[in-house]
């Protein structure tokens, strides 16, 4: 068990390592702790934008006795997301869906990078591309994603291509 906690203690703290937030204080904080309401059952609620969210990168399994993430995260194509969506019942909830472009960069943390997004409220994170809802309008065949190396959606990617998901559904957030 002692090994077990230790090798744990290394892994955060390599990952706290990793990240890197701004400290001047002419940059504040856009997803500040004081915006989310963390739930016991592996959700997170945005007081801002009334999204609930996923805290962990879909494939995870949050454990609420470590408050960590499980498993394994999935990357998948687009189609899979969708699905995935449609079939997750995290929380007991059936309205899980993938988030629109709009909506997955309300979670960036723009003042920190790799990854981009605040990793005391959403764990499991990744540096590379999340899927959005959002098709490309001008080719059909690609949906936008977001990449939280540093919070931009320069691109979007083929719909066959893999990308890691966050599901979120719209709820009251108290």
């Known amino acids: 068990m002692r090994t077990k906690l230790t090798v744990l203690s290394?892994?955060?703290?390599?990952?706290?390592?990793?990240?890197?937030c701004a400290i001047e204080t002419s940059v504040s904080y856009t997803t500040p702790e004081s915006r989310f309401v963390v739930n016991n059952d592996g959700t997170v609620c945005d007081k801002k934008?009334?999204?609930?969210?996923?805290?962990?990168?879909?494939?995870?399994?949050?454990?609420?006795?470590?408050?960590?993430?499980?498993?394994?995260?999935?990357?998948?194509?687009?189609q899979e997301a969708l699905s995935a969506a449609k079939n997750s019942r995290v929380a007991n909830f059936e309205d899980w869906q993938l988030p629109n472009v709009k909506e997955l960069s309300s979670i960036v943390?723009?003042?920190?990078?790799?990854?981009a997004i605040n990793e005391t409220i959403f764990l499991g994170n990744h540096s590379g591309n999340?899927?959005?809802?959002?098709?490309?309008?001008?080719?059909p065949s690609r949906a936008w994603t977001y990449q939280f190396q540093d919070g931009l959606n320069d691109s979007s990617s083929s719909k066959?291509?893999?990308?890691?998901?966050?599901?979120?559904?719209?709820?009251?957030?108290?």
């Open 160 to 174: 066959t291509s893999d990308a890691f998901v966050r599901l979120m559904r719209y709820t009251a957030c108290q």
């Open 130 to 139: 999340y899927w959005s809802s959002t098709t490309n309008i001008q080719d």
């Open 49 to 78: 934008t009334d999204i609930m969210w996923q805290r962990c990168t879909f494939g995870f399994v949050y454990n609420a006795s470590t408050e960590t993430c499980d498993n394994a995260e999935q990357k998948l194509n687009w």
């Open 109 to 115: 943390e723009r003042s920190c990078e790799d990854p």
């Open 10 to 20: 290394l892994l955060f703290s390599a990952s706290a390592l990793s990240q890197e």
